[in-house]
Protein backbone atom coordinates (compact mmCIF):
# COMPACT_ATOMS: atom_id res chain seq x y z
CA UNK A 1 0.00 0.00 0.00
CA UNK A 2 1.41 3.12 -1.03
CA UNK A 3 1.82 5.63 2.18
CA UNK A 4 3.23 8.50 0.74
CA UNK A 5 -0.46 10.11 0.97
CA UNK A 6 0.48 9.69 5.28
CA UNK A 7 3.68 11.86 5.11
CA UNK A 8 3.42 14.49 7.31
CA UNK A 9 6.52 16.22 5.98
CA UNK A 10 5.20 16.32 1.76
CA UNK A 11 5.01 20.48 0.72
CA UNK A 12 2.44 22.31 1.49
CA UNK A 13 -0.18 22.64 -1.15
CA UNK A 14 -3.38 24.52 -1.12
CA UNK A 15 -5.73 21.71 -3.12
CA UNK A 16 -7.93 24.49 -3.43
CA UNK A 17 -10.80 26.57 -4.91
CA UNK A 18 -10.25 30.07 -6.30
CA UNK A 19 -12.57 32.16 -8.14
CA UNK A 20 -12.47 35.57 -9.97
CA UNK A 21 -15.63 37.52 -11.75
CA UNK A 22 -16.38 40.23 -13.36
CA UNK A 23 -19.13 42.62 -12.57
CA UNK A 24 -20.62 45.52 -13.42
CA UNK A 25 -18.17 48.08 -12.67
CA UNK A 26 -15.58 45.74 -10.73
CA UNK A 27 -14.02 42.41 -9.65
CA UNK A 28 -14.90 39.78 -6.94
CA UNK A 29 -12.33 37.51 -6.09
CA UNK A 30 -13.01 34.49 -4.16
CA UNK A 31 -11.20 31.70 -2.26
CA UNK A 32 -11.37 28.54 0.58
CA UNK A 33 -9.25 28.66 3.25
CA UNK A 34 -7.93 25.39 3.28
CA UNK A 35 -4.16 24.01 3.21
CA UNK A 36 -3.01 20.44 2.59
CA UNK A 37 0.08 18.29 4.10
CA UNK A 38 -0.54 15.16 2.06
CA UNK A 39 -3.96 14.50 3.51
CA UNK A 40 -3.53 16.24 6.56
CA UNK A 41 -5.15 19.74 6.93
CA UNK A 42 -1.90 22.13 8.35
CA UNK A 43 -3.75 25.02 7.81
CA UNK A 44 -7.72 25.47 8.47
CA UNK A 45 -7.99 29.32 7.81
CA UNK A 46 -5.09 30.54 5.52
CA UNK A 47 -5.72 33.49 3.16
CA UNK A 48 -5.27 32.54 -0.70
CA UNK A 49 -5.88 36.14 -2.24
CA UNK A 50 -2.93 38.06 -1.85
CA UNK A 51 -2.56 41.93 -2.18
CA UNK A 52 -0.05 42.85 -5.19
CA UNK A 53 -0.85 46.94 -5.25
CA UNK A 54 -3.65 48.87 -3.79
CA UNK A 55 -5.62 47.54 -7.14
CA UNK A 56 -4.51 44.60 -7.80
CA UNK A 57 -4.86 41.05 -6.10
CA UNK A 58 -4.38 38.07 -6.70
CA UNK A 59 -5.63 34.31 -5.48
CA UNK A 60 -3.28 31.33 -5.46
CA UNK A 61 -3.55 27.43 -5.86
CA UNK A 62 -1.28 24.59 -6.17
CA UNK A 63 2.10 24.73 -4.06
CA UNK A 64 1.39 27.31 -1.50
CA UNK A 65 5.82 28.32 -1.47
CA UNK A 66 5.85 28.59 -4.91
CA UNK A 67 2.51 30.73 -5.34
CA UNK A 68 3.58 33.29 -2.37
CA UNK A 69 7.47 33.42 -3.36
CA UNK A 70 6.19 34.05 -7.50
CA UNK A 71 3.54 36.37 -5.58
CA UNK A 72 6.38 38.13 -3.45
CA UNK A 73 8.54 38.67 -6.62
CA UNK A 74 5.59 40.12 -8.42
CA UNK A 75 4.82 42.28 -5.32
CA UNK A 76 8.60 44.20 -5.27
CA UNK A 77 8.57 44.56 -9.25
CA UNK A 78 5.41 46.58 -9.32
CA UNK A 79 6.57 48.18 -6.58
CA UNK A 80 9.70 49.43 -8.70
CA UNK A 81 7.01 50.09 -11.35
CA UNK A 82 4.85 52.34 -9.26
CA UNK A 83 7.72 54.56 -8.39
CA UNK A 84 9.39 54.97 -11.66
CA UNK A 85 6.25 55.68 -13.49
CA UNK A 86 4.37 57.99 -10.71
CA UNK A 87 1.10 55.50 -11.01
CA UNK A 88 -0.23 52.46 -10.18
CA UNK A 89 0.13 49.32 -12.18
CA UNK A 90 -2.99 48.15 -14.38
CA UNK A 91 -3.89 44.94 -13.73
CA UNK A 92 -2.76 43.75 -17.30
CA UNK A 93 0.76 44.81 -16.52
CA UNK A 94 0.42 42.68 -12.59
CA UNK A 95 -0.64 39.59 -14.88
CA UNK A 96 1.95 39.41 -17.03
CA UNK A 97 4.68 39.66 -14.90
CA UNK A 98 2.85 36.54 -13.22
CA UNK A 99 2.70 35.36 -16.20
CA UNK A 100 6.42 35.82 -17.36
CA UNK A 101 7.99 34.40 -13.91
CA UNK A 102 5.00 31.32 -14.42
CA UNK A 103 5.98 30.38 -18.13
CA UNK A 104 9.92 30.76 -17.24
CA UNK A 105 9.79 28.60 -14.48
CA UNK A 106 7.24 26.04 -15.51
CA UNK A 107 9.61 23.20 -15.54
CA UNK A 108 9.77 23.93 -11.44
CA UNK A 109 6.23 26.05 -10.55
CA UNK A 110 3.73 24.11 -9.39
CA UNK A 111 0.94 27.10 -9.21
CA UNK A 112 -1.90 28.43 -10.66
CA UNK A 113 -3.18 32.18 -10.16
CA UNK A 114 -5.82 34.50 -10.99
CA UNK A 115 -5.06 38.06 -11.16
CA UNK A 116 -7.84 40.42 -10.52
CA UNK A 117 -8.23 44.14 -9.82
CA UNK A 118 -9.09 47.70 -11.53
CA UNK A 119 -7.61 50.37 -12.70
CA UNK A 120 -8.93 53.18 -14.76
CA UNK A 121 -7.81 52.68 -18.07
CA UNK A 122 -9.85 49.64 -18.71
CA UNK A 123 -11.67 49.17 -15.29
CA UNK A 124 -12.22 45.90 -13.54
CA UNK A 125 -9.96 42.78 -15.47
CA UNK A 126 -9.57 39.20 -14.19
CA UNK A 127 -7.04 37.49 -15.67
CA UNK A 128 -6.20 33.22 -15.62
CA UNK A 129 -2.58 32.08 -15.57
CA UNK A 130 -3.07 28.09 -15.12
CA UNK A 131 0.37 25.67 -14.45
CA UNK A 132 2.58 26.16 -17.61
CA UNK A 133 2.44 30.27 -17.46
CA UNK A 134 -0.57 30.87 -20.38
CA UNK A 135 -2.45 34.09 -19.97
CA UNK A 136 -6.23 34.75 -20.56
CA UNK A 137 -8.26 37.49 -20.10
CA UNK A 138 -12.11 36.06 -18.73
CA UNK A 139 -15.16 37.52 -17.75
CA UNK A 140 -14.70 34.77 -15.07
CA UNK A 141 -11.73 32.22 -13.93
CA UNK A 142 -12.00 29.18 -11.51
CA UNK A 143 -9.12 27.46 -10.11
CA UNK A 144 -7.85 24.60 -7.55
CA UNK A 145 -8.97 21.17 -7.51
CA UNK A 146 -12.59 22.27 -6.32
CA UNK A 147 -12.87 23.80 -9.95
CA UNK A 148 -13.58 20.63 -11.55
CA UNK A 149 -17.45 20.72 -9.80
CA UNK A 150 -17.84 24.44 -10.99
CA UNK A 151 -17.64 24.34 -14.15
CA UNK A 152 -21.20 23.81 -14.97
CA UNK A 153 -22.54 25.63 -12.51
CA UNK A 154 -21.02 28.81 -13.64
CA UNK A 155 -21.97 28.37 -17.24
CA UNK A 156 -25.59 28.17 -16.01
CA UNK A 157 -25.70 31.15 -13.13
CA UNK A 158 -22.64 33.30 -14.26
CA UNK A 159 -24.39 36.03 -16.81
CA UNK A 160 -22.92 39.80 -18.07
CA UNK A 161 -23.61 43.07 -16.52
CA UNK A 162 -24.25 41.75 -12.75
CA UNK A 163 -24.07 43.94 -9.67
CA UNK A 164 -22.07 43.80 -7.18
CA UNK A 165 -24.29 42.36 -4.96
CA UNK A 166 -25.15 39.63 -7.53
CA UNK A 167 -21.45 38.68 -7.97
CA UNK A 168 -20.43 38.38 -4.19
CA UNK A 169 -23.18 36.04 -3.72
CA UNK A 170 -21.98 33.83 -6.94
CA UNK A 171 -18.56 33.39 -5.56
CA UNK A 172 -19.41 32.98 -2.24
CA UNK A 173 -22.29 30.16 -3.21
CA UNK A 174 -19.55 29.02 -5.60
CA UNK A 175 -17.05 28.08 -3.02
CA UNK A 176 -19.54 26.84 -1.02
CA UNK A 177 -20.63 24.15 -3.68
CA UNK A 178 -16.95 23.31 -4.01
CA UNK A 179 -16.39 22.70 -0.07
CA UNK A 180 -19.14 20.80 -0.19
CA UNK A 181 -17.75 18.34 -3.13
CA UNK A 182 -14.16 18.57 -2.70
CA UNK A 183 -12.29 17.16 0.03
CA UNK A 184 -9.19 19.69 -0.39
CA UNK A 185 -11.35 22.82 -0.06
CA UNK A 186 -12.81 23.59 3.20
CA UNK A 187 -12.45 25.92 5.54
CA UNK A 188 -14.39 29.47 6.03
CA UNK A 189 -14.61 31.90 2.50
CA UNK A 190 -12.68 35.02 1.81
CA UNK A 191 -13.85 37.47 -1.02
CA UNK A 192 -12.28 40.83 -2.00
CA UNK A 193 -14.26 43.02 -4.18
CA UNK A 194 -12.34 45.82 -6.04
CA UNK A 195 -13.79 48.89 -8.49
CA UNK A 196 -13.10 52.31 -8.32
CA UNK A 197 -14.01 53.23 -5.02
CA UNK A 198 -11.10 50.98 -3.38
CA UNK A 199 -11.30 47.72 -2.03
CA UNK A 200 -13.16 45.81 0.49
CA UNK A 201 -12.33 42.19 2.14
CA UNK A 202 -15.10 40.16 3.27
CA UNK A 203 -15.15 37.07 5.73
CA UNK A 204 -17.48 33.54 5.82
CA UNK A 205 -17.44 31.41 8.99
CA UNK A 206 -17.60 27.99 8.00
CA UNK A 207 -21.22 28.18 9.90
CA UNK A 208 -22.80 30.34 7.63
CA UNK A 209 -22.23 29.01 4.44
CA UNK A 210 -25.37 27.47 2.39
CA UNK A 211 -25.42 23.89 2.95
CA UNK A 212 -25.60 21.33 -0.26
CA UNK A 213 -26.97 17.83 -0.75
CA UNK A 214 -25.93 15.51 2.36
CA UNK A 215 -24.39 18.06 3.88
CA UNK A 216 -24.74 18.13 8.06
CA UNK A 217 -24.94 21.58 9.65
CA UNK A 218 -22.40 22.35 11.53
CA UNK A 219 -22.85 21.81 15.25
CA UNK A 220 -20.90 22.94 18.62
CA UNK A 221 -20.39 19.34 20.32
CA UNK A 222 -21.42 15.87 18.93
CA UNK A 223 -23.26 15.62 22.48
CA UNK A 224 -26.04 17.75 19.95
CA UNK A 225 -26.27 15.59 17.88
CA UNK A 226 -25.99 12.43 19.80
CA UNK A 227 -29.54 11.61 21.65
CA UNK A 228 -29.20 11.34 25.68
CA UNK A 229 -29.20 8.04 27.18
CA UNK A 230 -30.87 8.08 30.57
CA UNK A 231 -29.03 6.29 32.78
CA UNK A 232 -30.46 2.87 34.24
CA UNK A 233 -31.30 3.12 37.68
CA UNK A 234 -29.30 0.94 40.25
CA UNK A 235 -30.61 -2.07 41.49
CA UNK A 236 -29.65 -4.07 44.34
Known sequence: MD????DVEQPHSMGTTIIGVTYNGGVVLGADSRTSTGMYVA?????????????????????????QVVSDYVRYFLHQHTIQLGQPATVKVAASLIRQLS??????LQTGMIVGGWDKYEGGKIYGIPLGG????????????????LYGFFD?????????????????????????????????????????????????PGDTLPLWHEEIEAVNSLLDIVPAASPEPMVS
Open 3 to 6: KSFL
Open 43 to 67: NRASDKITQLTDNVYVCRSGSAADS
Open 103 to 108: YNNKDM
Open 134 to 149: TLLEQPFAIGGSGSSY
Open 156 to 204: QAWREGMSQEEAEKLVVTAVSLAIARDGASGGVVRTVTINKDGVKRKFY
